[in-house]
């Protein structure tokens, strides 16, 4: 008989696991405390755009025409503890509020409600990212307080999925990584990852440290490798360099790579920006703050990038203050392809020249709604070429293809002045300058 899965948390994470559990077979119960959330998702909606996820609910969700019906979503913590074989658990962690730690109350939380509804052999799959430490301490909880007892395990399996890839990255991960406590733990993953695995995805099993610390190592050298190129692109700035020469010429080094090495105002998001943070606190409290002191350097140079930006835009505006300067900025979500807002570059730019007397004009192709939730003040306009009319200065902040397929002659035409500044470097330099624009990218020649 085939293993029923129960997903609780149904935000990007849940939501994408409990969709991809049914796509692979699953019979799935998604839960999430907040029932509007679930009353959605009964209708095959999500509360966010994540390109493809739509579609694979409508595939699945119970009641849908059409649908195979194995995906079905609840409040009920019992019918969830009585269903599941397997409980996936991914509700969030945030950064906590004044601090660099990272908030374990949701998880601490669906834990302490599960448990007591565990009574029969049950495995609980931890999927958020954590401080190291965590997952012991979970199971030695569960062990506690589920009825079930030592029937009721623990295992940690880190999620690696991109936003606006969701669903790829979880239908087809890169590897998949288990931290387990036993052999029994290991089987019913296997068994839960068949058909990935089958496909050829490496199966990497763990003790729960290490399961926890591979998360926060990848986010890590990820974050590392995107400071380390903006680092290089303010050299380039001081010396006359070009950053994307550099970066293309450095990558064909298959030691280094070419991903990740993209100038520009930075990295944000609900992710890399709190991991890495969340992973230095971690490491004090562990003794072991010295190792991870290079971290700090990496948030440094990151968020140095949007002052930058803001800098260069006073500069292209002829220096001074920005009262009453008309700024035309194309894209608000934190990377193209998702409607987050969270600790985006291009809205902290956005921002910092709206507060500093600025008349700044946003266009973003998904992340409106919620940018204007974030920050009302700012100027919302609804394509590019509304945001680029009457512009002394247009920033290119979120590298949408969208903006890519861009008419430099129109937009040109729409504008005061035909001064663009690529935060992204993703524009075709010489497409703009022959449309008559005065292109600049960060860490590249002006011309
Ligand atoms: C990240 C990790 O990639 C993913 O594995 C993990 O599970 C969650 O965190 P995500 O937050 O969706 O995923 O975004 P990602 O694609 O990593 O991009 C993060 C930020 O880095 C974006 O703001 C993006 O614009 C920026 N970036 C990325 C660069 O500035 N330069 C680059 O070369 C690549």
């Keep these: 008989m085939s293993l029923k899965?129960?997903?609780?948390?149904?935000?990007?994470?849940?939501?994408?696991?409990?969709a991809a559990m049914a796509e692979l077979g699953?019979?799935?119960?998604g839960l999430d405390v907040v029932p509007e959330k679930i009353a959605m998702l009964e209708r095959g909606e999500t509360p966010m755009y994540e390109p493809g996820l739509e579609e694979l609910l409508r595939r699945h969700v119970a009641g849908i025409e059409g649908a195979t019906g194995r995906l079905r979503f609840t409040t009920d913590w019992a019918e969830v503890g009585a269903f599941g074989d397997v409980h996936f658990v991914c509700v969030n962690t945030p950064q906590k509020h004044g601090e660099y730690a990272c908030d374990m109350s949701y998880v601490d939380s669906a834990i302490a409600s599960?448990?007591?509804?565990?009574?029969?052999?049950?495995?609980?799959?931890?999927?958020?990212?954590v401080p190291v430490g965590s997952a012991g301490r979970l199971a030695a909880y569960l062990a506690e307080h589920a009825p079930a007892g030592a029937d009721a395990e623990l295992a940690w399996n880190p999620e690696f999925l991109r936003e606006g890839f969701a669903v790829q990255d979880t239908l087809h991960p890169d590897r998949i990584v288990v931290g387990v406590r036993s052999e029994r733990a290991e089987k019913l993953l296997r068994e839960v990852y068949a058909g990935p695995v089958g496909d050829g995805t490496p199966f990497v099993v763990t003790d729960f440290p290490t399961a926890e610390l591979v998360k926060t190592a990848a986010n890590s050298f990820l974050a590392t490798k995107i400071s380390f190129i903006n680092a290089m692109a303010e050299v380039?700035?001081?010396?006359?360099?070009?950053?994307?020469?550099?970066?293309?010429a450095i990558g064909h080094d298959d030691r280094i790579g070419r991903k990740f090495l993209r100038a520009g105002i930075g990295f944000g998001g609900g992710c890399l920006p709190k991991d890495i943070r969340a992973f230095m606190a971690r490491a004090?409290?562990?003794?072991?703050?010295?190792?991870?002191?290079?971290?700090?350097?990496?948030?440094?140079?990151?968020?140095?990038?949007?002052g930058q930006m803001v800098e260069m835009a006073r500069e292209a505006l002829g220096g001074g203050s920005f009262l009453g300067r008309r700024v035309a900025v194309l894209g608000a979500t934190f990377k193209p392809d998702s409607d987050d807002v969270r600790d985006s570059p291009a809205l902290n730019v956005a921002g910092q020249i709206h507060l500093q007397g600025?008349?700044?004009?946003?266009?973003?192709?998904?992340?409106?709604?919620?940018?204007?939730?974030?920050?009302?003040?700012?100027?919302?306009?609804d394509s590019a070429l509304e945001a680029a009319r009457g512009a002394d200065v247009v920033l290119h902040l979120t590298e949408w293809q969208e903006f890519r397929e861009l008419d430099p002659v129109a937009l040109g035409e729409a504008a005061a002045d035909r001064v663009l500044l690529d935060g992204r470097n993703t524009l075709d330099p010489e497409l703009w300058r022959r449309a008559g624009w005065t292109y600049r990218a960060m860490g590249r020649p002006t011309a």
Excluded: W
């Excluded at 899965?5 to 409990?18: E, K, N, Q, R, W």
């Design 284 to 306: 004090g409290e562990l003794g072991a703050d010295q190792a991870l002191t290079f971290l700090r350097e990496i948030d440094s140079i990151n968020m140095r990038r949007r």
């Design 236 to 248: 380039c700035e001081a010396a006359g360099g070009d950053v994307a020469r550099l970066a293309e």
């Design 114 to 129: 599960l448990a007591p509804h565990l009574h029969g052999p049950a495995l609980v799959v931890g999927k958020s990212t």
């Design 358 to 381: 600025g008349q700044v004009t946003v266009y973003d192709p998904k992340g409106m709604a919620n940018a204007r939730k974030v920050f009302p003040t700012l100027g919302y306009a």
């Design 5 to 18: 899965i129960t997903v609780i948390g149904t935000g990007y994470l849940g939501a994408t696991h409990a």
């Design 26 to 29: 699953f019979e799935v119960l």
